[in-house]
């Protein structure tokens, strides 16, 4: 095992409880669906969140697995996958949690877990441009993310701060497409393995 084998390998098991406490809240709310309404706004978010992390999964591994390991990186790698898990666990309420509608939940905690998910995503940010290590090799890292860091904040800070309904499922909505359009176009591009 290498050194970020042993890291990822820490790090992934950290994300992927993130998309358990999802799954969880998600079949709760399923198994509860005929005492608490759930809505389109929580069904939202979570699939939001969740490709979120599935994207910030992949982008640790293309752009951590060349750094040394050390414990600093493990720290860091700690601190931004429990901010994941503190955003995912705030999506769905707990069963001791007395709501009828998850759109209600969802109003009550919206705000909170999209700047968690911010904050996250900013965090990855500054620790991508310290990899780069070099001035020219941080630039050209910073240019490279510069469009897709500030759609990200456009349209989920925007899904973050207004009240309006229609603008936080067009902002999620339009996001959420573009995590998807991602995903197939990584599948589509990815060579066949030889056998």
């Given at each position: 095992m290498t050194?970020?084998?042993?890291?990822?390998s820490f790090?992934?098991?950290?994300?992927g409880l993130s998309?358990?406490?999802?799954a969880t809240?998600?079949?709760r709310a399923f198994?509860h669906?005929?005492?608490?309404?759930?809505?389109?706004?929580?069904?939202?978010l979570a699939?939001?969140a969740?490709l979120d992390?599935?994207t910030f999964w992949?982008?640790?591994?293309?752009?951590?697995r060349?750094?040394?390991?050390?414990y600093?990186?493990?720290?860091?790698g700690l601190i931004?996958a429990?901010?994941?898990f503190?955003?995912?666990a705030?999506?769905f309420p707990?069963?001791t949690d007395?709501?009828?509608?998850?759109?209600?939940?969802f109003?009550a905690n919206?705000?909170?877990v999209?700047?968690?998910?911010?904050?996250?995503?900013m965090?990855?940010?500054?620790?991508?441009l310290?990899?780069?290590?070099?001035?020219t090799g941080?630039?050209s890292?910073?240019?490279?993310?510069?469009i897709?860091?500030?759609?990200?904040?456009?349209?989920?800070?925007?899904a973050?701060i207004?009240?309006?309904?229609?603008?936080i499922?067009?902002?999620?909505?339009l996001?959420?497409?573009?995590y998807?359009?991602?995903?197939v176009?990584?599948?589509?591009?990815t060579?066949?393995v030889?056998?």
């Amino acid at each position: 095992m290498t050194a970020f084998e042993f890291f990822f390998s820490f790090y992934g098991l950290l994300l992927g409880l993130s998309l358990a406490a999802i799954a969880t809240g998600a079949a709760r709310a399923f198994k509860h669906r005929r005492s608490v309404r759930i809505g389109w706004m929580t069904p939202l978010l979570a699939i939001f969140a969740a490709l979120d992390i599935a994207t910030f999964w992949d982008a640790a591994w293309t752009n951590f697995r060349h750094l040394p390991y050390s414990y600093g990186l493990l720290v860091a790698g700690l601190i931004v996958a429990l901010i994941y898990f503190i955003a995912a666990a705030l999506i769905f309420p707990d069963e001791t949690d007395e709501v009828t509608s998850l759109d209600d939940h969802f109003w009550a905690n919206r705000r909170a877990v999209l700047t968690l998910l911010i904050t996250t995503n900013m965090l990855a940010m500054a620790v991508v441009l310290w990899a780069g290590q070099t001035l020219t090799g941080a630039l050209s890292r910073a240019s490279a993310y510069a469009i897709p860091i500030g759609l990200y904040l456009v349209l989920i800070g925007t899904a973050a701060i207004t009240r309006r309904a229609w603008l936080i499922i067009t902002a999620l909505g339009l996001h959420i497409v573009i995590y998807l359009a991602l995903a197939v176009l990584s599948a589509v591009a990815t060579p066949p393995v030889a056998a």
